[in-house]
C-alpha cells in the first residue's frame, strides 16, 4: 500500500514531475523573420569552439552559404529523414494508414508513423466535442473514420515528441490549421497559392474553412465548387484547397477544392514561398542539381535547395536522372530550424491523376518471413534494399542490419550472397515495404496478432496484475489478459501469492481480435493441458465429439458452455448429470471446466447443444481418431459386430474403429440390398468398403457407383466446393411430397424438385424412386446464404459415364453370384451347392410331374429336392402329359426356396445360332426378376440376362412402362459371349416401338374403366386415416372410404378401420361408386351402367359378396335416411382451425361438421380441441339437423343434440353490455346472462372477470322468441357441491317482504331516483330523499357517485304488488351501510317539518355569536392527539410529507375536527409538509375515488340525522339533534376562518391563495387535492400557476413547486415531459439543488440506471462541490457498487482542493460504514488518522461507528490509542469521560477500574497541568 504521506501531502512538499517524460531539446530560430546571414553567423561562432567531428556533422546539414541572404546549403550526403532528427513544429507530409474511432494511425516519410489524435483536428472541432460532452444534446457530432479515411494525404505537424511504455519515442501529430500555416499572414497569402484547412462551419451557401491565419476568413462556395457536393463535407473534415481569390489585404479569401485544379496547382516564386512558410504537399518545378548514390540535390523555386532521398526517387526514372534535368517534385517534409527540405519524385504525389494505395498490391504480407532475398545496394547512412524472391523491393533500416546493442558491420551483411528477413510493416507514403534482418525478430514466433490463432499453447511474462485479471507480455508489443476467471482452474482470492510480475508462464489461446489488437488467454490447467479436440468453430463441433469448455452462465434451465473464439453452447438441465439437479448453481459454478459431449450442432445459426452427462471417457478416443483413421474414400475392410434395423454396425479392421453400414449401401441394386444383409451374419468380414462420410459417424458404402466416384474424385468435399452444373454421384435419402433429397459423399444433401425428377409428369413422389437408389445429379441452384443447393435427376439433363449400364449389370450380377456362394456354403447343403452351379441357358432333361391352368411342374434326378417350374407362358403350344419326358432351358435359379424356372418353349429348346459383335436383334422378354430381366434373341434360340432400368434415374410411373413377359425389345449385341454374365451375350437395349410418353390421365382416359357392382382383385398401395388406395389389376388405382372397410357392426368406438388393411396385402374389392379424374368430384350412383375413371370400392364382405344385391343410394337419400337425434358411427375426418371446426365423415359422400360447442363440454379443452379426436377415429354422434339441398349434416359429440330448459351447455361470450353477457350456444342458440345471474355472491364490476370469445358453462333457464335466458350461478350449475347462496335468485314479487335487506346493482339514476337491478325482471327504485341523508338538488350528483352496475345494500321500504313497483331505501339508517355519497362533498343534511325550522333559527343565531362563543365552541373539539400517517416509508420519500386526516368519535357523534397536523422535525433541510390524502410516491392505480374511500366510517348518530321518520323521536333525542346542528354549524364556521385547515374544493383553496400567494406549501395541497382526485392535468396546470404566481425572491418556495413538478412527470408523466420539466428547471433555479432533487427522486423510485447517468453527469458539472461527490458515493454503495464508489474517491480527491481530502475521505468512511463494507470503512479511517492523528472530531466519529459496527475488544483497542494521542489534556480529558461512560455500559467492573487506572496514570505524568 502507498504511503499516508503521498495519498494526503501535506503542505511544503514539492510536487514530483510526471513518470520521467522526455524534455526534448530542440535549437530554435528566436525571430523566424531574421536574415538568414545572422543566424548563420551565430551558427559560425558556434561552431568555431566545436571539435572536428562536430564541424563534420555540422556540414551534413550544413546551412553555410556565402552570398547575402542565407539560403539553404546543400547537403553533402543524402540520407532517410531518422527518428532522432524529428523536432517538434516540424512539417511533413503523412498518408491516412489507419482510423479509429480516437485516433487517426498516419504514414510519415521513411516509414516513419505518427499518431494524430482526436484533440488535433482543429479548433471547431475540439469546441464541439467539448460542448457534446458537458451538455445532454445529440447533435450529431462526427467520429474521425468519417472526416478521415485510409490512403489520404495530408499536411501535418510534429506536435508531441513522447516516450512510449517501452523507451521508444512515439511522434504525436496534428494537422490544426494554426500549426500547419503557423507561419502565414492574412497579408502573405496569394492567388493560386495551395492550402490545407479544416471545415468550421457548413452554411446554406458553402462552408467557412478555417486555415489558421488570424485576420482571414476563408470560406469555400457552393457556386463556384458545382461539381464536387459540398453537402457532404462536415464540421472538422481536413481539406486542400486552391486560393482562388483573396479580397482587403487577405482578410476575405476564396476556396476551391476542384481535385484535378488542387493538384496540379504549382506553387511559384512570386507566390511569396520561402524557407519559413514552405508547406508541405506543395508541388514545385525543380531542377537536378548533383545526382549521388543514396539519392538527388534540387534547386526549386529558383534558389532554394532540397533533397530526395533513393526511397523517393521515381524508379522508372532512377537511370535517366542527369544534372540540370528539370521535372516537377512534391515537398514531403520540411525542418524550419535546419533549413532541411525534404522532396518526393514519386509519380503518385507528383501526378494529379495518381492516388496513394493504402494497401500494397501482393496482398497482406507483414509479419511473413521470406528467405533467399538478395541485396542490392547499401546506403550508408541509411540503410540496405533488398529485393525478394518474387522481385518486390524492401527497405531494411541501417537500425535492423544490426543486433539490438551491437555494432554495425555493413561490410559482413553485404557479403553474404542470400539473406532471411522478416516484412515489418507498409509505408503507403514511401509505397514499399519495410524489412529486419535482426535475428531477434526473424525468429520471434509471434510479431503481430494476426500470427495468433485460438487454441495455441503460447509462452510469456506476467506483466501486471488487476482486479479483472492478468496481463501477460508474449512479446515487446504483444499482450493479452488472463481473466481473473480464468488464472487458475479454481478461482483464486489472493492471485498475488501465486503469480509474481516477470514471472514466465504457459497460457493457452481463448481467443484473438487482431483489428481491435485483444488476446484472451487461459491458465486453466484442464484447458491448456488438454488432449482432446478443440472446438475453434461451430464446424468442429461435431455431434458426438467430446471437448472441454468452462461455464461462462448458469440458469434455471442449464448452463451455457465456452470454448474457443466465442464458440459456445448450451448443456440443458437434463443434460447436466445422470442424477436429476433441481439447481444447477449450487452443483457448478461460473469457470469451471468440464468436458462435454456435443449433441447437436447447427454452425449456420451458431446454436450448439451439449451434454456433460454423455461425455464419458470411452468417446473420446473415438472422437478424436474419427477424421484421422477413416479418410472419405479410404478403402476399408470391416468386421459385422450387430445387425440393425436398417443397417449393419460394423467394426473397421485392424483398429477396431466404430462405424455403419446402411442396408441401402450395399449395393447400386436396391434389390440385392436386402438379400446382402440376410446374407450377412455377426462375425462375417466385409471387404471392398469406403468411407463416403465421417461427420457425425463415420458411415461406409459398398455401392460400386459411389465407389468410383470417389476414386476419381468427383465428389465435392465441402460445400464451398460445389458450383452451378456440376454433376454428382448420390442416392435418395429422403422422399417428401415436394421433391427427394439427394445425399452425396461427405454429408453433402441438395433437394431435387418434384419438378425436376424426372422428364415425365410425376403426381406421387413416392412412385418415382426408392430410399437409397443410386442417382446422377446435375446441381442447378445454389443458396450460398443458408448453405443449400438444388439438383436435377432429369435424364435428358445428366449424362452417364460410358457402359455405365454394362458395368452396373455386371456388378449386380456378380454380387448376386457371391450371395448364392455364400448361401451355398452357410448351408452346408448339397442341393445349395447344385442350385449355385446351375446358370440362366443352360439344358436340363426333366420328366413332366403335374400340369394345371398356371402351367406346369417337373422332375429331376439331379435336383431330387428342388422345385422345377414353368409358367403358363412357357407350356404355351406344347401338349405335356405326366411322366412325359422333355428338354427345358433354365431361365431363373433361386436358392432360398430352392425352385428353378424353366421354359419348354420349342423356340428356345432349339440349337442355337452363333451371334456376331454389333448385330441388332428383337428380343422378347421372357422372365422378370425385379431389378434384371432374362430376354431371348429371337431367331438365335439364345438368352441372356438384362436390366430393367437402362439408366440409373429411369422412373416408371406406370405398370404399363414397366416390362412384362412377352414383351418386344430391340437389341444390340455388345459383345458375343461376355466372361462375366457366364458366356451370355452382352446386350444394350430399347423399346421396339417408343411410344409417346403417356401421362397418368392419358392412361385413365384409354382405361376401359369400370362398372357398378363389378368384383375386382387389387393390391394395397398406401393406407391413410381415412382411405385406402388400391393399385387394380389394369394398372389403375381404386379408392376405398374409411366406412367401406369393415362391416358397421365391428366398428369399435374408438379404433381405427384403415389400420386393419396392411400396404402390400392383396384385396377383393367392388365397385360402389366412381369420382371424376379431373374433379374429384363424386358422380351420382343412378349409373350403374356408367364407367367411372375412378372407381369408389368397397371391401366389407356382405357387399363383395357376388350373391348379395344392393342398390345405388344417392347422396340426398342418404342424407333423407338420417333422423334427428339419431346416434350414428362417424369417422373424424380433419379439424378446421380457423372455423373451429371438426369435420366428420360418414361415407364416400357425405361430409358432416361439428361445431366446438358441439365437441367438448369442458372449456379447459377449448384450447386444443383438436387432441381429443384423431384421424379415422371412430366415433358416435347424433343428428343435429340435415339439409339435402345444400348437403349439409350437422353433428354433436357431447350427447345432446338440442338446448332444453333445466340444461346445462357450453356457452361461448359474444358481447359484454353493462346489463349482462349476450351468449353463443350450441346447434345455433343465443342467450343472455343477466348481471344478477352471474354467481350466487353479488362482487363489486361484476363484468370485468369475463373477456369476448370465454367458454362459459350456462345453465338454461327459459326461452322467449328464440332467445334463452341463462344463469351461471354455482347453485344451478352444481346444486349438490354448492356453497350457502348469499345474494338469492328473485323470481318473483312473493320472494320479497318490507323490511327486507337485499342487495342489487345500479341499472340507472334518473331525477325519479336510483333504479336497482334485484332479479333479471324485477327492478326495485330508490327516491332522491330515500337515497341519501344528504340534500341534493340535482340527480347528476347522484349519477356521478353511481356509475352502473355500482352494487349496493338496499332496504325494501313498500310493494306495489299490483303494477310490480318495489320502493327502496339506501340510507344508512336502513341499511346500515355508510352513505352513497362521500362526506367530503360537504354537502347539507336533509331536514324536514319542525327540523327545518329549528335549522333556520340555529342560522340566525350562528351569526350573532361573539367571539367567546366561538372560543367555546373551539373548546368543545376535542383534543385528542393527532395519528399522522405517513404514505412510504422514509428511504423512498419524495421530499414532501402526506399526512392523513382521521375523524374521532365523541359521544356517539361524528363531529369534523379542524385539521391541525403538527409538522414532524426531520433531518433533511426544508421539507414540505402536506396535509392531504395524496401520497406523492404512489401509483396513478392505488388512488381510489372518494366514494369508496369514505366507505365503513360512518357511525350511527349520522344515521339517526338522516332518518325520514321524526314522528318517533323523543324529546331528548331532538335535544340532541339540535345541539349537533348548532356544533355543525360553529364547526363550519371556524373551519372557514382557520388557516391551518385544509380545504376541500378548489374554491376554498383559490380563496386562501390570494391571502397567501408565494406559500409553495398552498400551491402543493392545491397540487395534491387534484391527484387524490386522479386529475393529473390540472394538478400541472396548478404547477404552472404557481411558478408565475410566487414572488422571483422566494427560490426555496420556487424550488419546492419544481421538485413537486419533478415528482408529478416521474410518476405520472413520460421520460421527455420529466426532461423538459428538468430543463427548464435548471434555467430558473441553481441548477446543483434542481440536479440533487433529481437524483434522488430516481433513486427513490428504483431508476438506478437514470440516476447513475444523472450522477455522472453532476461530477463534471459540479467537480468543485464536495457534496456531490459524497452524494454520488452514498448512492453508489446503497446499490452495492462498491469497487465504482473507491474509484470514485479517487476521482473526487483529484478534483476537489487537497485541503478538502481528508473531510471527504472521512465522509465515505462513514458512508462505507453505513452501506458498504465496514472493514473497508475502518481501514479508510485508520489510514486517514495516522497521517491527521490530531483530528479529534474524526477519531471521535470513528469512536461511535465502531461502537455500532465493532466487536468490544476493537472499540477498546480504539479507545486505548485514543487515550495516548499527544493533544491537548482538555480533549483527552473528554476521551477518558466517554471511555468510562462505554465501560459503565458494556463493561465489567474490573474493565471500569482498568479505565479509572489508566486515568490516573495519565493524571500523574501530565502533573501540574493535569491537575489544573
Given at each position: ?1144 365423415t360418414t361415407d364416400p359422400r357425405i361430409t358432416g361438421t361439428v361445431e366446438l360447442l358441439a365437441m367438448i363440454t369442458d372449456p379447459k379443452d377449448a384450447s386444443h380441441p383438436e387432441k381429443m379426436y384423431k384421424l379415422g377415429q371412430a366415433i358416435r354422434a347424433k343428428v343435429v339437423e340435415t339439409n339435402s339441398k345444400h348437403r349439409r349434416l350437422g353433428l354433436s359429440l357431447t350427447g345432446i343434440h338440442k338446448l332444453e330448459v333445466g340444461s346445462v351447455a357450453l356457452g361461448m361470450v359474444t358481447l359484454i353490455q353493462p346489463q349482462g353477457l349476450v351468449i353463443k350456444l350450441p346447434f345455433g342458440g343465443k342467450g343472455y346472462v343477466d348481471v344478477t345471474e352471474l354467481a350466487d355472491a353479488y362482487r363489486p364490476n361484476p363484468l370485468d372477470a369475463y373477456s369476448t370469445d370465454q367458454l362459459l358453462r350456462c345453465f338454461l333457464i327459459a326461452c322467449e322468441n328464440d332467445k334463452w335466458q341463462l344463469s351461471l350461478r354455482p347453485s344451478r350449475l352444481n346444486p349438490k357441491q354448492a356453497k350457502l347462496v348469499k345474494d338469492p335468485e328473485v323470481l318473483s314479487l312473493d320472494q320479497l317482504k318490507e323490511g327486507q335487506v337485499i342487495r342489487g346493482y345500479v341499472k340507472s339514476v334518473g331525477e325519479q331516483g336510483v333504479f336497482i337491478r334485484l332479479s333479471q325482471h324485477i327492478t326495485g327504485r330508490a327516491q332522491l330523499q330515500q337515497s341519501t341523508k344528504y340534500f341534493v338538488s340535482n340527480h ?473
Open positions: 500500500m502507498a504511503s499516508a504521506e503521498e495519498d494526503f501531502p501535506r503542505g511544503g512538499t514539492a510536487k514530483k514531475s510526471t513518470d520521467g517524460k522526455p524534455v526534448v531539446h530542440r535549437d530554435e530560430v528566436d525571430n523566424l523573420f531574421q536574415s538568414n546571414e545572422l543566424a548563420e553567423a551565430k551558427k559560425k561562432r558556434k561552431g568555431v569552439l566545436k571539435d572536428e567531428a562536430k564541424k563534420l556533422k555540422k556540414q551534413k546539414t550544413g546551412k553555410e552559404k556565402s552570398d547575402g541572404l542565407a539560403l539553404n546549403a546543400a547537403a553533402k550526403c543524402v540520407e532517410i529523414l531518422h527518428m532522432k532528427n524529428l523536432k517538434e513544429g516540424m512539417l511533413m507530409l503523412g498518408c491516412v494508414k489507419d482510423v479509429a474511432d480516437f485516433e487517426v494511425t498516419v504514414s510519415l516519410p521513411c516509414g516513419l508513423q505518427g499518431f494524430l489524435n482526436i484533440r488535433n483536428i482543429s479548433d471547431s472541432y475540439t469546441k464541439l466535442l467539448s460542448e457534446q460532452l458537458d451538455s445532454a444534446d445529440t447533435e450529431d457530432i462526427f467520429s474521425l473514420p468519417h472526416l478521415f479515411s485510409p490512403g489520404m494525404v495530408i499536411r501535418c505537424v510534429v506536435a508531441k515528441l513522447d516516450l512510449a511504455k517501452g523507451g521508444s519515442l512515439s511522434i504525436q501529430l496534428s494537422v490544426n490549421p494554426k500549426l500547419v500555416n503557423k507561419a502565414l499572414t492574412s497579408s502573405s497569402v496569394k492567388a493560386g497559392m495551395v492550402l490545407s484547412g479544416c471545415v468550421e462551419s457548413v452554411e446554406d451557401h458553402g462552408c467557412i474553412i478555417d486555415i489558421g491565419i488570424s485576420g482571414s476568413k476563408a470560406f469555400l462556395s457552393k457556386a463556384a465548387d458545382k461539381q464536387n457536393n459540398l453537402d457532404d463535407l462536415k464540421v472538422g473534415q481536413f481539406l486542400t484547397c486552391k486560393v482562388e481569390e483573396v479580397k482587403n489585404e487577405g482578410r476575405v479569401v476564396r476556396l476551391s477544392i476542384n481535385p484535378p485544379t488542387v493538384a496540379q496547382a504549382c506553387a511559384k516564386a512570386e507566390q511569396g514561398w520561402n524557407l519559413t512558410n514552405l508547406l508541405p504537399g506543395l508541388l514545385v518545378k525543380a531542377t537536378i542539381k548533383k545526382v549521388t548514390k543514396h539519392g538527388l540535390i534540387l534547386d526549386f523555386l529558383s534558389s532554394f535547395s532540397g533533397q530526395v532521398d533513393f526511397l523517393h526517387m521515381d524508379p522508372e526514372q532512377a537511370s535517366n536522372y542527369a544534372e540540370g534535368t528539370e521535372l516537377y517534385a512534391c515537398v514531403l517534409y520540411v525542418e524550419q530550424s535546419t533549413r532541411l527540405v525534404g522532396l518526393s519524385l514519386r509519380s503518385y504525389l507528383v501526378q494529379p491523376e495518381q492516388r496513394v494505395t493504402p494497401a500494397p498490391s501482393c496482398g497482406d504480407r507483414i509479419g511473413v518471413v521470406v528467405e533467399n532475398c538478395k541485396m542490392t545496394t547499401v546506403h550508408h547512412m541509411s540503410g540496405a534494399m533488398m529485393e525478394l524472391p518474387d522481385d518486390m523491393l524492401a527497405f531494411v533500416h541501417r537500425n535492423h542490419m544490426k543486433e539490438m546493442n551491437t555494432p554495425a558491420n555493413e561490410n559482413r551483411v553485404l557479403a553474404k550472397p542470400v539473406h532471411t528477413c522478416r516484412i515489418l510493416d507498409f509505408s503507403p507514403i514511401d509505397q514499399i515495404h519495410f524489412a529486419s534482418l535482426r535475428r531477434s525478430v526473424i525468429e520471434r514466433p509471434f510479431y503481430r496478432y494476426h500470427d495468433l490463432k485460438a487454441g495455441q499453447i503460447v509462452e510469456g511474462k506476467v506483466s501486471v496484475l488487476l482486479s479483472h485479471g492478468m496481463v501477460v507480455h508474449l512479446s515487446d508489443h504483444i499482450k493479452g489478459l488472463v481473466p481473473r476467471t480464468h488464472l487458475s482452474d479454481i478461482l483464486l482470492k489472493n492471485p498475488e501469492k501465486k503469480y509474481v510480475e516477470g514471472m514466465k508462464v504457459k497460457c493457452r489461446v481463448l481467443s484473438v481480435d487482431p483489428v481491435a489488437k485483444k488476446l484472451y488467454l487461459t491458465r486453466k490447467k484442464a484447458l491448456v493441458e488438454t488432449s482432446l479436440p478443440l472446438f475453434l468453430t461451430f464446424n468442429d463441433a461435431r455431434p458426438g465429439c467430446i471437448s472441454q469448455g468452462y461455464i461462462v452462465c448458469i440458469k434455471s434451465f442449464g448452463c451455457i458452455i465456452r470454448f474457443y473464439n466465442n464458440v459456445k453452447g448450451l448443456v440443458p438441465i437434463t443434460e447436466l448429470s445422470s442424477e436429476p439437479i433441481i439447481s444447477p448453481e449450487e452443483v457448478f459454478y461460473i469457470g469451471q471446466v468440464l468436458k462435454a459431449k456435443v449433441l447437436k450442432c447447427d454452425p449456420e445459426k451458431e446454436k450448439m447443444v451439449l451434454s456433460f452427462k454423455g461425455a464419458v471417457e470411452g468417446d473420446t478416443e473415438k472422437a478424436a481418431k474419427l477424421q484421422d483413421d477413416c479418410e472419405v474414400g479410404k478403402q476399408l475392410e470391416a468386421k459385422v459386430l450387430k445387425k440393425l434395423v436398417n443397417g449393419l454396425e460394423v467394426s473397421i479392421l485392424p483398429d477396431d474403429i466404430r462405424a455403419i453400414l446402411p442396408t441401402m449401401h450395399l449395393s447400386d441394386h436396391m434389390s440385392n440390398c436386402p438379400l446382402l444383409w440376410e446374407s450377412l451374419q455377426e462375425g462375417d468380414d466385409v471387404s471392398n468398403l469406403v468411407c463416403f462420410s465421417n461427420n457425425k459417424q463415420i458411415s461406409l458404402t459398398k455401392k460400386p457407383t459411389v465407389q468410383w466416384a470417389l476414386e476419381e474424385g468427383l465428389a465435392a468435399k465441402d460445400f464451398s466446393e460445389i458450383t452451378v452444373g456440376m454433376q454428382l454421384i448420390g442416392w435418395v435419402k429422403n422422399i417428401m411430397s415436394y421433391g427427394v433429397f439427394v445425399e452425396f459423399p461427405y454429408g453433402l444433401v441438395g433437394l431435387a424438385p418434384k419438378s425436376a425428377m424426372t422428364d415425365k409428369f410425376v403426381s406421387d413422389t413416392a412412385l418415382a424412386f426408392q430410399l437409397g437408389q443410386t442417382v446422377i445429379a446435375k446441381v442447378t441452384n445454389l443458396d450460398e446464404e443458408k448453405r443449400r443447393f438444388l439438383v436435377t435427376l432429369k435424364i435428358s439433363e445428366v449424362i452417364p459415364r460410358d457402359g455405365d449400364a454394362q458395368t452396373r449389370l455386371i456388378n449386380g450380377l456378380q454380387e448376386r453370384r457371391a450371395l448364392n456362394e455364400v448361401l451355398a456354403t452357410k448351408g452346408n447343403c448339397d442341393l445349395r451347392q447344385q442350385l449355385t452351379a446351375l446358370c440362366v441357358g443352360q439344358m436340363l432333361k426333366l420328366t413332366v410331374d403335374t400340369v394345371n391352368d398356371d402351367g406346369a411342374t417337373f422332375k429331376s434326378h439331379d435336383l431330387v429336392s428342388a422345385t422345377v417350374l414353368a409358367n403358363k407362358y412357357h407350356v404355351t403350344g406344347v401338349s405335356l402329359t405326366e411322366g412325359q419326358k422333355v428338354t427345358a432351358v433354365i431361365l431363373h435359379v433361386d436358392i432360398l426356396s430352392a425352385s428353378v424356372h424353366v421354359s419348354i418353349l420349342p423356340k428356345l429348346v432349339e440349337k442355337k445360332k452363333s451371334l456376331i459383335e454389333g448385330s441388332k436383334h428383337r428380343a422378347t422378354v421372357q422372365y422378370l426378376d425385379k431389378d434384371f430381366a432374362v430376354v431371348s434373341l429371337d431367331n438365335t434360340g439364345k438368352l441372356t440376362v438384362i436390366q430393367t432400368l437402362s439408366h440409373l434415374n429411369e422412373v416408371l410411373l406406370s405398370e404399363s412402362e414397366k416390362l412384362k413377359a412377352g414383351m418386344s425389345l430391340a437389341v444390340e449385341v455388345t459383345e458375343p459371349s461376355c466372361q462375366e454374365l457366364q458366356g451370355l451375350p452382352l446386350v444394350s437395349w430399347q423399346r421396339a416401338a417408343p411410344k409417346r410418353q403417356r401421362t397418368t390421365s392419358d392412361n385413365q382416359q384409354d382405361s376401359k374403366g369400370h362398372c357398378f357392382g363389378e368384383t375386382l382383385e387389387g393390391k394395397v398401395r398406401t393406407v391413410k386415416p381415412v382411405s385406402i388406395q388400391v393399385t387394380l389389376e389394369d394398372g389403375s388405382t381404386g379408392s376405398v372410404h374409411v366406412s367401406e372397410v369393415m362391416e358397421a357392426a365391428s366398428v369399435c368406438l374408438g379404433s381405427f378401420p384403415t389400420s386393419s388393411v396392411k400396404v402390400g396385402s392383396t384385396v377383393t374389392a367392388r365397385v360402389i361408386g366412381g369420382r371424376e379424374a379431373v374433379s374429384n368430384r363424386f358422380l351420382p350412383f343412378s349409373h350403374p351402367k356408367f364407367t367411372y375413371t375412378i372407381p369408389e370400392l368397397t371391401l366389407i364382405p356382405s357387399k363383395v359378396d357376388k350373391s348379395s344385391d344392393f342398390k345405388p343410394v344417392e347422396a340426398k337419400e342418404k342424407l333423407n335416411s338420417y333422423t334427428v337425434g339419431e346416434e350414428i358411427t362417424c369417422f373424424v375426418s380433419k379439424f378446421n382451425p380457423k372455423r373451429k371446426m371438426l369435420e366428420v347528476k350528483v347522484l349519477s356521478e357517485h353511481l356509475p352502473p352496475n355500482t352494487l349496493l345494500t338496499t332496504k325494501i321500504f313498500s310493494i306495489d304488488r299490483e303494477d310490480g313497483f318495489v320502493n327502496l331505501s339506501l340510507l344508512p339508517v336502513d341499511t346500515g351501510k355508510p352513505d352513497i355519497l362521500p362526506e367530503s362533498l360537504r354537502l347539507p343534511l336533509r331536514l324536514i317539518g319542525e327540523e327545518k325550522k329549528k335549522y333556520d333559527d340555529a342560522a340566525k343565531k350562528k351569526r350573532t355569536l361573539s367571539e367567546s362563543d366561538q372560543n367555546q365552541a373551539e373548546s368543545q373539539v376535542p383534543k385528542k392527539k393527532k395519528k399522522t400517517k405517513k404514505a412510504k416509508g422514509d428511504d423512498n420519500d419524495s421530499g414532501v410529507e402526506v399526512y392523513f386526516r382521521e375523524e374521532e368519535d365523541q359521544e356517539g357523534e361524528k363531529v369534523p375536527k379542524p385539521d391541525a397536523a403538527k409538522p414532524v422535525t426531520s433531518a433533511a433541510p426544508s421539507r414540505l409538509q402536506v396535509a392531504a390524502g395524496f401520497s406523492w410516491d404512489v401509483g396513478l392505480n392505488s388512488l381510489k375515488p372518494a366514494s369508496t374511500a369514505q366507505d365503513g366510517d360512518s357511525s350511527d348518530g349520522e344515521d339517526q340525522d338522516g332518518s325520514s321518520k321524526p314522528q318517533k323521536k323523543s324529546r331528548h333525542e331532538l335535544e340532541q339533534e339540535k345541539k349537533a346542528t348548532e356544533k355543525a354549524l360553529v364547526q363550519r364556521e371556524v373551519e372557514l376562518m382557520d388557516p391551518n385547515l385544509r380545504p376541500e374544493d378548489a374554491t376554498a383553496f383559490e380563496r386562501l391563495l390570494l391571502a397567501s400567494p408565494s406559500s409553495s406549501l398552498l400551491w402543493l395541497q392545491y397540487m395534491a387535492h387534484h391527484l387524490q382526485a386522479t386529475q393529473i392535468e390540472q394538478a400541472r396546470a396548478v404547477a404552472e400557476r404557481a411558478l408565475k404566481t410566487i414572488s422571483f425572491r422566494e427560490e426555496q418556495e420556487k424550488l419546492n413547486v419544481w421538485v413537486a413538478l419533478l415528482n408529478l412527470e416521474n410518476m405520472y408523466g413520460t421520460q421527455e415531459t420529466l426532461k423538459k420539466v428538468f430543463e427548464r428547471a435548471l434555467q430558473f433555479c441553481e441548477p446543483m439543488p434542481v440536479y440533487q432533487q433529481l437524483a434522488d427522486i430516481y433513486a427513490k423510485s428504483d431508476k438506478t440506471k437514470e440516476a447513475e447517468g444523472l450522477y455522472k453527469t453532476m461530477v463534471k458539472r459540479f467537480r468543485q462541490n464536495k457534496t456531490v461527490w459524497l452524494s454520488f458515493g452514498s448512492f453508489l454503495l446503497q446499490q452495492g457498487q462498491s469497487d465504482a464508489a473507491a474509484a470514485l474517491l479517487q476521482r473526487a480527491l483529484k478534483s476537489l482542493p487537497s485541503k478538502e481530502s481528508v473531510d471527504v475521505i472521512a465522509k465515505f468512511a462513514q458512508l462505507e460504514f453505513r452501506f458498504g463494507d465496514v472493514e473497508k470503512g475502518r481501514t479508510m479511517l485508520d489510514k486517514v488518522l495516522t497521517s491527521y492523528p490530531k483530528r479529534t472530531d474524526l477519531w471521535s466519529v470513528f469512536i461511535d461507528l465502531m461502537i455500532k459496527h465493532g466487536s468490544q475488544k476493537e472499540v477498546r483497542v480504539l479507545f486505548d490509542r485514543v487515550i495516548h494521542l499527544s493533544v491537548s489534556v482538555k480533549k483527552i480529558k473528554f476521551f477518558f469521560k466517554r471511555y468510562l461512560e462505554y465501560e459503565k455500559k458494556h463493561g465489567t467492573p474490573q474493565s471500569i477500574q482498568a479505565v479509572k487506572e489508566k486515568a490516573m496514570e495519565f493524571v500523574e505524568a501530565k502533573g501540574t497541568e493535569a491537575g489544573n
